[in-house]
């Protein structure tokens, strides 16, 4: 059902070019297959006073894996060009799935001003790394700012970009403690902007901002209940500077309750377990916030017009919770070479390595619980043929 829904919508976007004579429409497409090793530490995940070794239930503290797969942000996607309006549209196409990554109109009311109605990238994403492993992760979440695609209304022309998007909610509560439910409305939508700056010789530099803002109920076990807000802010700066054959991108970026406007991780997966990352509601229906720090670097060099090689890192710490008390750090690096094969195809051989970090938390009862969520190690390439 999926493929002839696809097939439909293709057949009527051609069907709307041969009469749209003001627009000039074009097609493109990536077919991406990702084939990787890995090898993923559990970690304490599994570690209990009943199985102190800590291995899983099939005797396993280390779990390896070969991922040879279409990667899910494989595309097929086209462009609208006219006079006043542009669009896009884009398809995401997985090993047995099609999902709507982008679709948009701009109107260009003016020379440098534009309007934007759809689902598109956010103001805050600032393409810096090209990490490749786990379906082009670019270190996103992981040192890399990310919005994502989100429905929204922009406004953006000098560089600037002003956004209201489709708002996202998530906290959790302090289950062993006094709340026995949570329930949210929204009012606002959620806001980020941008301005990039462009000099000299493809150098440029970016600020970028967000909030949001979510009002939530709680249930308390003696009978009352308790209502307030969550606040998320977001605030950071990058560049991406130019040196003849070797460019330069840092970005750094802070965070107030970033999991709860979806910017970061709602949770840090440790091998079977996870750690919440969004605000808690305490026992006395308050409200927890969590401070994020996130930062990048990506270096690269072009050896040819074939041949590159890049690295990079990333670092994300986060604390807060109140009683709760989380404190996590977590790294990620890796190291790759880009073979362009011939022209629009391409190999990608990337080594990396993601310490998960370790997660320091309080429980209900006061007991200090210093979790160590393990690390993935992985080898191996991406290979793409664009079209």
């Known amino acids: 059902m999926k493929k002839m829904s696809l097939i439909l919508a293709i057949a009527f976007i051609f069907g709307a070019s041969a009469v749209s004579f003001a627009n000039e429409w074009s097609l493109y497409g990536s077919a991406r297959m990702a084939t990787f090793w890995t090898s993923r530490d559990l970690g304490d995940a599994y570690k209990s006073s009943t199985n102190p070794s800590g291995d899983d239930a099939f005797g396993r503290s280390n779990v390896q894996n070969l991922q040879w797969n279409l990667q899910g942000n494989s595309r097929i ?192 997966k440790g091998g079977g377990a996870s750690i919440s990352t969004a605000p808690v509601v305490g026992p006395d229906g308050n409200v927890r916030d969590v401070d994020s720090f996130m930062a990048m670097l990506a270096i690269g060099y072009a050896a040819t017009e074939r041949v590159r090689f890049e690295i990079g890192g990333g670092w994300l710490r986060n604390e807060g919770q109140g009683d709760l008390d989380l404190d996590n750090d977590l790294y990620a690096l890796y190291l790759q070479s880009v073979l362009t094969l011939a022209p629009s195809v391409y190999l990608v051989p990337e080594i990396g390595y993601i310490d998960f970090g370790d997660a320091k938390t309080t429980t209900t009862d006061v007991i200090r619980v210093d979790e160590q969520l393990g690390d993935l190690w992985y080898i191996g390439a991406k290979w793409q043929i664009d079209f």
């Open 77 to 268: 996607g086209g462009k609208v060009t006219g006079d006043t309006l542009e669009a896009r549209f884009e398809f995401g196409v997985g090993e047995s799935d099609v999902t709507a990554r982008l679709i948009y109109g701009i109107w260009k009311f003016s020379e440098n001003w534009a309007l934007k109605i759809g689902k598109d990238y956010t103001p805050i994403l600032f393409g810096l790394s090209n990490q490749v492993f786990n379906n082009d992760l670019n270190l996103w979440q992981f040192g890399n700012a990310y919005g994502g695609r989100v429905g929204q209304i922009a406004l953006e022309g000098r560089g600037f970009k002003f956004a209201a998007i489709s708002p996202t909610e998530a906290q959790t509560f302090e289950a062993e403690g006094n709340v026995s439910a949570i329930a949210t409305e929204n009012y606002w939508p959620k806001l980020e902007a941008s301005y990039k700056y462009v000099f000299g010789d493809n150098m440029s530099v970016h600020v970028f901002g967000g909030w949001q803002n979510y009002k939530y109920y709680a249930s308390l076990n003696d009978g009352t209940s308790k209502s307030d807000t969550i606040n998320s802010v977001v605030i950071g700066a990058g560049g991406d500077f130019n040196f003849g054959p070797v460019y330069i991108k840092p970005q750094a970026s802070w965070y107030k309750n970033g999991a709860a406007a979806d910017w970061l991780e709602a949770t840090l």
